[in-house]
């Protein structure tokens, strides 16, 4: 505090009415409890109390005008950036010289100039004494919301969809052989043979009705094993002695070596439970992993029994007599038996594994397609003559049912015989069986637009919309549609315009339905919509909307002009994307000349935001500008295209010697908690505030928009038109749609979301539930799941989604981590990687980003994964530091630690391991730490939210107004 030259001012107080922004209440006089009444009385959400000269200075959201004679304080008037308690005069102002933000207060006929400091600040909750309550959970009196519906997969076709007789029940022992599963306790019922008996006592399966399971054979079959070994590993003497002196015969050593795999067999199939201990084993905690890919133990055994043995040629016989009775019923003509006893072929050829399949094919259980199981994994081993023979007479067979008419046998037969789903599906198609070709499509995942083609056939088309929302397929079922059905292509191309409009994607749904002469309209009218959301998409629409609608040419100019005349950084990629726009649309169409009057005012407002730094465009961008005006004036007028400017150094990122770091007091936060903050462009943000609602707010914290619904955690569109807002509402989120565009929100559902990401396409947003993942459709009443990967082996950690990539951490049973990635639009599975340093005993962190790139924080240490398919990182060497968290930022990373006095932030280069930057958070509130679209954003309960540019290195603090 300093006090004043001149100790008496003339005036002393305010009189009349006055715009006050201050007030100021007194202790000595009013007391410290009426003061305290008094401040809370006219506290109001954005206020701040600040201790000035024992008393109590109120700092008023927005400047209001109040009658000084009745305020409950003493006003304060801010006249140049300074709160005053008087008016002073010009020489007064001089004489005082106080600096901006300063506080002058008149007291007792004495001028005082303070500093309003941040140190100042009062925490007002300290007052409110709320020791007689009690906090009591709550629960919904409602029953709980029904689990997310799920878009179900059709139903196989069925043998009676085939008109095919019931099968003899020897079929399907054949063909659960041939796959590999076990076989049907109901198929082929009989008595155990000397084989089954012989492999139940090996194994120790015998057990007595109504008593406990005894296994008294162990130690029988652990005496005999070890004997056997003995015998097989004979030098090849005529005798040998045993431990006890005794004398048995040796066996040769060329029937040692043929026996010896046998013996590795057998010991395998005594497992786990044939260990000579009587003693019962401790049922396992959790379920033991499933077993590797590859030929199991019988597989390997037959395999042995028919190279090494006399049984090969024996069981050859059998197959051979099998064979020739399936021809002599295919040459016969008796189709019908011959259909139940046919041998699925591959596509491609026969496999290793079926030439040594020792099963004996007999009647399939069911003559009809399966719509989960390709038959390229069950080929019958017989040589390439009895294949290409097989593959001969299923041809023959197939064209004389379709000459008889019988559509649906012959579909079989290819499908599941000569396994060409793609032509069973045309022959279903041209024969009128247009469902029954839709299921086989879908079942045999063919690809997603021949699926959502036969499902518009079908009349099916709410179905068919649901494939291709889920698999991104719509062009391609349009293509393959407007082919051979224009109508339908119509239809579909419409629906898919709707639906890209519907979530947001005003641009690609121009473009969907711009082909189609009578649907113009429509598209001028999402164009005007799209133009109006702002923002980068804003400005790419507008550009659009100048060359495609003429009659509107005027009104946009005007507001491209606006755009384009502005200087300010939040507005610099905006006028970047219309300048690419509008050429791209010029260059489409040569006679767009109502898009080149725009280009030249596009081009220097460009040239200007390259010259300042505001965005890093390429010399071969202007250029190209430049070239589409088609402006001679203006190319001669050009200068050089000098290389883009090289940003200077920024302060907060010193290239040499220690970072600087930035200190952030308790006392510097805001009015509201903030629980989530997702930047948008041009400089805005949405920011969650909990049950007080979300707000979008510019880039200085004034509020654009108050969306009155409950946010704790915000989920936004890519488009930036819309967003969802959660609340917990105990093991349930209750969600909100945002409509940012024109200021609105609704609430949506209760639903769980044990995990989720946190962008969406405007259509399906990805969260977990348990062990399973989903795509949940949002543009619906209700929520409902399109696409859904069930038990995906452990609890869904995190989930993280970018425009063409979806990636999702689990916990597995056994305390592993494994990451999952997904291709996006079409749901492809393309890796999956367990985290290396085995069971994780306390996961401490964990940081996601849409390409895989994962780390995980353990008591052991770090944990890094790297991108999936992208460009590979890796983690550099940390400083030394209490860890407790780490951040992935693409080649950024934030390293957090607890101090003494707060949270710490360091921002690091990965590819360098340099620190660039410090920020200390004082205070207990944990801060939360994200790296969104080149930025670096810390935000806490506290109120405090800074934002950090990776590329200028700027620094600031967004105090919400």
């Given at each position: 505090?300093?006090?004043?030259?001149?100790?008496?001012?003339?005036?002393?107080?305010?009189?009349?009415?006055?715009?006050?922004?201050?007030?100021?209440?007194?202790?000595?006089?009013?007391?410290?409890?009426?003061?305290?009444?008094?401040?809370?009385?006219?506290?109001?959400?954005?206020?701040?109390?600040?201790?000035?000269?024992?008393?109590?200075?109120?700092?008023?959201?927005?400047?209001?005008?109040?009658?000084?004679?009745?305020?409950?304080?003493?006003?304060?008037?801010?006249?140049?950036?300074?709160?005053?308690?008087?008016?002073?005069?010009?020489?007064?102002?001089?004489?005082?010289?106080?600096?901006?933000?300063?506080?002058?207060?008149?007291?007792?006929?004495?001028?005082?100039?303070?500093?309003?400091?941040?140190?100042?600040?009062?925490?007002?909750?300290?007052?409110?004494?709320?020791?007689?309550?009690?906090?009591?959970?709550?629960?919904?009196?409602?029953?709980?919301?029904?689990?997310?519906?799920?878009?179900?997969?059709?139903?196989?076709?069925?043998?009676?969809s085939f008109g095919l007789g019931a099968p003899a029940p020897e079929a399907e022992v054949m063909r659960a052989r041939m796959e590999g599963r076990p076989v049907p306790a109901s198929a082929a019922p009989r008595k155990p043979g000397l084989l089954d008996r012989l492999r139940s006592w090996w194994r120790g399966e015998t057990q007595r009705p109504g008593a406990a399971t005894v296994d008294s054979a162990a130690p029988a079959r652990a005496s005999l094993l070890s004997r056997l070994g003995a015998w097989l590993r004979g030098s090849g003497g005529k005798t040998s002695a045993n431990a006890s002196g005794t004398r048995s015969l040796a066996?040769?050593?060329?029937?040692?070596?043929?026996?010896?795999?046998?013996?590795?067999?057998?010991?395998?199939?005594?497992?786990?439970?044939?260990?000579?201990?009587?003693?019962?084993?401790?049922?396992?905690?959790?379920?033991?992993?499933?077993?590797?890919?590859?030929?199991?133990?019988?597989?390997?055994?037959?395999?042995?029994?028919?190279?090494?043995?006399?049984?090969?040629?024996?069981?050859?016989?059998?197959?051979?007599?099998?064979?020739?009775?399936?021809?002599?019923?295919?040459?016969?003509?008796?189709?019908?038996?011959?259909?139940?006893?046919?041998?699925?072929?591959?596509?491609?050829?026969?496999?290793?594994?079926?030439?040594?399949?020792?099963?004996?094919?007999?009647?399939?259980?069911?003559?009809?397609?399966?719509?989960?199981?390709?038959?390229?994994?069950?080929?019958?081993?017989?040589?390439?003559?009895?294949?290409?023979?097989?593959?001969?007479?299923?041809?023959?067979?197939?064209?004389?049912?379709?000459?008889?008419?019988?559509?649906?046998?012959?579909?079989?037969?290819?499908?599941?015989?000569?396994?060409?789903?793609?032509?069973?599906?045309?022959?279903?198609?041209?024969?009128?069986?247009?469902?029954?070709?839709?299921?086989?499509?879908?079942?045999?995942?063919?690809?997603?637009?021949?699926?959502?083609?036969?499902?518009?056939?079908?009349?099916?088309?709410?179905?068919?919309?649901?494939?291709?929302?889920?698999?991104?397929?719509?062009?391609?079922?349009?293509?393959?549609?407007?082919?051979?059905?224009?109508?339908?292509?119509?239809?579909?191309?419409?629906?898919?315009?709707?639906?890209?409009?519907?979530?947001?994607?005003?641009?690609?749904?121009?473009?969907?339905?711009?082909?189609?002469?009578?649907?113009?309209?429509?598209?001028?009218?999402?164009?005007?919509?799209?133009?109006?959301?702002?923002?980068?998409?804003?400005?790419?629409?507008?550009?659009?909307?100048?060359?495609?609608?003429?009659?509107?040419?005027?009104?946009?100019?005007?507001?491209?002009?606006?755009?384009?005349?502005?200087?300010?950084?939040?507005?610099?990629?905006?006028?970047?994307?219309?300048?690419?726009?509008?050429?791209?649309?010029?260059?489409?169409?040569?006679?767009?000349?109502?898009?080149?009057?725009?280009?030249?005012?596009?081009?220097?407002?460009?040239?200007?935001?390259?010259?300042?730094?505001?965005?890093?465009?390429?010399?071969?961008?202007?250029?190209?500008?430049?070239?589409?005006?088609?402006?001679?004036?203006?190319?001669?007028?050009?200068?050089?295209?000098?290389?883009?400017?090289?940003?200077?150094?920024?302060?907060?990122?010193?290239?040499?010697?220690?970072?600087?770091?930035?200190?952030?007091?308790?006392?510097?936060?805001?009015?509201?908690?903030?629980?989530?903050?997702?930047?948008?462009?041009?400089?805005?943000?949405?920011?969650?505030?909990?049950?007080?609602?979300?707000?979008?707010?510019?880039?200085?914290?004034?509020?654009?928009?108050?969306?009155?619904?409950?946010?704790?955690?915000?989920?936004?569109?890519?488009?930036?038109?819309?967003?969802?807002?959660?609340?917990?509402?105990?093991?349930?989120?209750?969600?909100?749609?945002?409509?940012?565009?024109?200021?609105?929100?609704?609430?949506?559902?209760?639903?769980?979301?044990?995990?989720?990401?946190?962008?969406?396409?405007?259509?399906?947003?990805?969260?977990?539930?348990?062990?399973?993942?989903?795509?949940?459709?949002?543009?619906?009443?209700?929520?409902?799941?399109?696409?859904?990967?069930?038990?995906?082996?452990?609890?869904?950690?995190?989930?993280?989604?970018?425009?063409?990539?979806?990636?999702?951490?689990?916990?597995?049973?056994?305390?592993?981590?494994?990451?999952?990635?997904?291709?996006?639009?079409?749901?492809?599975?393309?890796?999956?990687?367990?985290?290396?340093?085995?069971?994780?005993?306390?996961?401490?962190?964990?940081?996601?980003?849409?390409?895989?790139?994962?780390?995980?924080?353990?008591?052991?240490?770090?944990?890094?994964?790297?991108?999936?398919?992208?460009?590979?990182?890796?983690?550099?060497?940390?400083?030394?530091?209490?860890?407790?968290?780490?951040?992935?930022?693409?080649?950024?990373?934030?390293?957090?630690?607890?101090?003494?006095?707060?949270?710490?932030?360091?921002?690091?280069?990965?590819?360098?391991?340099?620190?660039?930057?410090?920020?200390?958070?004082?205070?207990?509130?944990?801060?939360?730490?994200?790296?969104?679209?080149?930025?670096?954003?810390?935000?806490?309960?506290?109120?405090?939210?800074?934002?950090?540019?990776?590329?200028?290195?700027?620094?600031?603090?967004?105090?919400?107004?």
């Amino acid at each position: 505090m300093s006090t004043a030259r001149t100790p008496r001012p003339r005036a002393h107080v305010h009189r009349g009415s006055v715009e006050g922004v201050a007030l100021w209440f007194d202790p000595s006089l009013l007391g410290e409890a009426e003061a305290r009444r008094r401040v809370l009385a006219a506290w109001t959400p954005g206020a701040g109390v600040y201790a000035l000269a024992g008393g109590f200075l109120l700092r008023l959201p927005a400047p209001r005008w109040m009658d000084c004679a009745s305020a409950p304080g003493l006003p304060f008037t801010l006249e140049g950036g300074v709160l005053l308690s008087a008016p002073l005069t010009t020489s007064e102002r001089e004489r005082l010289a106080p600096t901006e933000g300063a506080v002058v207060l008149v007291r007792a006929g004495r001028v005082e100039v303070h500093p309003l400091e941040a140190s100042r600040r009062v925490d007002m909750s300290a007052w409110l004494d709320v020791s007689g309550w009690d906090v009591v959970p709550v629960e919904g009196l409602g029953a709980p919301p029904p689990p997310v519906a799920t878009l179900v997969p059709v139903a196989a076709p069925t043998r009676a969809s085939f008109g095919l007789g019931a099968p003899a029940p020897e079929a399907e022992v054949m063909r659960a052989r041939m796959e590999g599963r076990p076989v049907p306790a109901s198929a082929a019922p009989r008595k155990p043979g000397l084989l089954d008996r012989l492999r139940s006592w090996w194994r120790g399966e015998t057990q007595r009705p109504g008593a406990a399971t005894v296994d008294s054979a162990a130690p029988a079959r652990a005496s005999l094993l070890s004997r056997l070994g003995a015998w097989l590993r004979g030098s090849g003497g005529k005798t040998s002695a045993n431990a006890s002196g005794t004398r048995s015969l040796a066996m040769p050593s060329f029937l040692g070596r043929m026996l010896a795999p046998l013996l590795s067999v057998l010991a395998s199939l005594r497992g786990p439970g044939s260990a000579t201990s009587s003693a019962p084993a401790k049922a396992p905690s959790a379920p033991p992993p499933p077993p590797p890919s590859g030929p199991g133990l019988l597989s390997r055994l037959a395999e042995w029994l028919a190279t090494s043995t006399p049984l090969g040629p024996l069981l050859g016989r059998r197959k051979a007599e099998y064979v020739r009775r399936l021809f002599d019923m295919l040459d016969g003509g008796n189709l019908d038996e011959a259909l139940r006893y046919a041998i699925p072929l591959s596509k491609g050829g026969m496999t290793e594994q079926a030439r040594v399949s020792l099963g004996l094919p007999g009647p399939r259980e069911r003559l009809d397609i399966q719509p989960r199981q390709g038959g390229g994994g069950r080929v019958f081993g017989g040589g390439e003559a009895v294949y290409n023979a097989l593959r001969e007479r299923y041809r023959a067979a197939f064209e004389k049912l379709k000459r008889e008419g019988r559509i649906e046998e012959a579909a079989f037969v290819l499908a599941e015989l000569l396994n060409e789903e793609e032509e069973a599906v045309s022959f279903l198609e041209r024969h009128g069986r247009l469902r029954l070709a839709a299921e086989l499509a879908e079942g045999r995942k063919l690809a997603p637009g021949l699926v959502v083609r036969q499902w518009v056939l079908a009349k099916d088309v709410a179905r068919a919309v649901d494939i291709a929302r889920s698999r991104g397929a719509f062009a391609d079922a349009v293509l393959r549609l407007e082919r051979t059905h224009p109508s339908e292509a119509r239809v579909l191309r419409l629906l898919w315009g709707e639906v890209l409009a519907q979530s947001g994607d005003y641009a690609r749904a121009v473009e969907a339905v711009w082909p189609l002469e009578d649907a113009r309209q429509l598209a001028r009218a999402w164009l005007e919509r799209g133009s109006e959301a702002g923002g980068v998409s804003g400005a790419r629409m507008l550009a659009r909307r100048a060359v495609a609608v003429p009659e509107h040419f005027e009104m946009v100019k005007a507001r491209a002009l606006a755009l384009l005349d502005a200087d300010d950084a939040e507005g610099a990629p905006a006028r970047l994307a219309f300048a690419g726009a509008l050429t791209q649309e010029v260059e489409r169409d040569k006679n767009a000349e109502p898009g080149r009057v725009l280009l030249g005012p596009a081009v220097r407002a460009v040239l200007r935001d390259r010259a300042a730094g505001f965005v890093p465009s390429t010399n071969r961008d202007i250029e190209r500008f430049v070239l589409a005006t088609g402006d001679p004036v203006l190319r001669a007028d050009l200068p050089p295209v000098s290389p883009s400017p090289r940003l200077p150094e920024p302060g907060g990122f010193p290239s040499e010697g220690r970072p600087v770091a930035h200190v952030f007091d308790a006392g510097e936060g805001g009015p509201w908690p903030i629980y989530d903050v997702l930047p948008l462009s041009g400089g805005r943000m949405l920011v969650a505030l909990g049950e007080a609602g979300a707000r979008l707010v510019t880039r200085d914290g004034r509020c654009v928009a108050h969306f009155d619904v409950p946010a704790f955690s915000l989920v936004l569109s890519v488009h930036e038109d819309r967003a969802l807002a959660l609340a917990p509402r105990g093991t349930l989120k209750r969600l909100s749609r945002l409509d940012l565009t024109r200021r609105r929100a609704e609430p949506w559902c209760d639903t769980r979301a044990d995990a989720f990401a946190s962008m969406y396409d405007g259509s399906l947003w990805f969260l977990a539930v348990d062990d399973a993942v989903m795509a949940v459709d949002v543009l619906t009443a209700e929520p409902r799941a399109l696409w859904r990967v069930p038990q995906v082996g452990g609890q869904v950690l995190a989930l993280a989604m970018g425009p063409t990539e979806l990636s999702f951490a689990t916990l597995t049973p056994e305390a592993e981590i494994e990451r999952w990635s997904y291709t996006l639009p079409d749901l492809t599975l393309r890796a999956r990687q367990m985290v290396s340093g085995g069971k994780v005993e306390a996961l401490w962190h964990l940081s996601l980003r849409m390409d895989g790139d994962l780390t995980v924080l353990a008591p052991d240490g770090v944990r890094w994964v790297g991108p999936y398919g992208g460009r590979l990182v890796p983690l550099p060497a940390l400083p030394e530091m209490a860890l407790a968290g780490l951040v992935l930022g693409g080649e950024w990373m934030a390293a957090l630690e607890h101090t003494p006095v707060g949270v710490g932030v360091r921002l690091m280069e990965r590819m360098r391991g340099r620190v660039r930057a410090q920020f200390l958070f004082e205070g207990e509130h944990p801060v939360s730490v994200r790296f969104p679209n080149g930025e670096l954003l810390f935000f806490d309960t506290a109120g405090r939210l800074v934002r950090v540019d990776l590329t200028r290195g700027e620094v600031w603090r967004v105090v919400l107004h």
